[in-house]
């Protein structure tokens, strides 16, 4: 055990109440003998202070102040972190037991290793099992992009070196839903790729509140600007596949998010006609009128 890699966890939190304790408990009782574990919590008002506090001797930092969101919260507890390995795991979802020692052995048995994933089991509001969602090979950038072949990167079984934040920078606040996923991008462009852990790592838990169910619309705007940016790196024959993906998400974004403006985009695009969504967008406006 004494070869083990140091590991920071962050867990950022904005009003989860309800879960944080769970949370909290899932990292601290996994007795990792070299853990640096910090909350970030952006001033919440429901008494997550509170459990924050009744935790505090056993965390190495907590912060509860304002922020711009859950992307500030990650990046302040980055800039705090000192171990050589990091992951993240939100205030609704858990660590699964063992899981540290897993990760841990792993990286020290791999010193190549700059970057692993495992796998997850989604759960839901009371922590019932719902499915397994598996973690993929990622075979490089255009694979990430295009998805022509299974893919799939469950954020709280993700780990990695620190040294990647030193040598490729923090996570992007110009996103807010998608900022992962843009990391994983970077790192893709520069030629790295993920190990895969062959082990249930951690549980994501899917609410009304979670932002995978709220906010699809705006996940989907983070994707295309993501897509947008790092698809230029990629050959021209893989790019024209991929725009014809970004105008799909675009079209989708415009019927989720369907107002006025639709019909001057529809003027601009004549062809998004062919979107039975759209179609369906477009109707609902006539009807309302």
Request: charged letters at 20%; one cysteine or more.
């Amino acid at each position: 055990m004494s070869n083990l890699p140091s590991i920071t966890i962050v867990t950022p939190s904005y009003n989860q109440a309800a879960f944080l304790e769970e949370t909290i408990r899932s990292v601290l009782d996994q007795g990792y003998p070299n853990l640096q574990y910090g909350i970030v919590d952006g001033a919440s008002k429901d008494g997550s202070v509170e459990i924050i506090e009744k935790y505090r001797t056993r965390l190495d930092f907590a912060i509860s102040e304002r922020d711009r969101g859950q992307v500030d919260a990650l990046n302040k507890g980055l800039r705090q972190a000192t171990g050589d390995i990091f992951g993240f795991i939100n205030s609704d979802d858990t660590l699964l037991p063992g899981s540290l020692a897993t990760v841990g052995r792993y990286f020290a048995e791999h010193s190549e290793c700059v970057w692993v994933m495992g796998h997850c089991v989604a759960i839901d509001q009371d922590g019932h099992r719902l499915r397994h969602v598996p973690a993929y090979p990622i075979e490089d950038l255009a694979h990430a992009l295009l998805r022509d072949r299974p893919f799939c990167t469950p954020q709280p079984s993700i780990f990695f070196r620190r040294s990647l934040i030193e040598k490729h920078g923090l996570f992007s606040e110009e996103l807010e839903y998608c900022f992962d996923f843009e990391m994983w991008c970077r790192w893709l462009a520069q030629g790295l790729r993920p190990h895969i852990i062959d082990s249930d790592l951690a549980t994501y838990r899917l609410h009304q509140q979670s932002k995978t169910v709220a906010l699809r619309h705006r996940q989907l705007w983070d994707h295309i600007l993501i897509e947008r940016k790092y698809g230029q790196l990629l050959p021209w024959r893989q790019r024209l596949t991929l725009q014809g993906w970004i105008g799909y998400r675009m079209r989708t974004h415009a019927a989720l998010t369907a107002g006025s403006g639709l019909w001057s985009q529809v003027a601009r695009r004549p062809w998004w006609l062919a979107s039975q969504r759209i179609r369906a967008a477009l109707w609902q406006q006539l009807k309302a009128a």
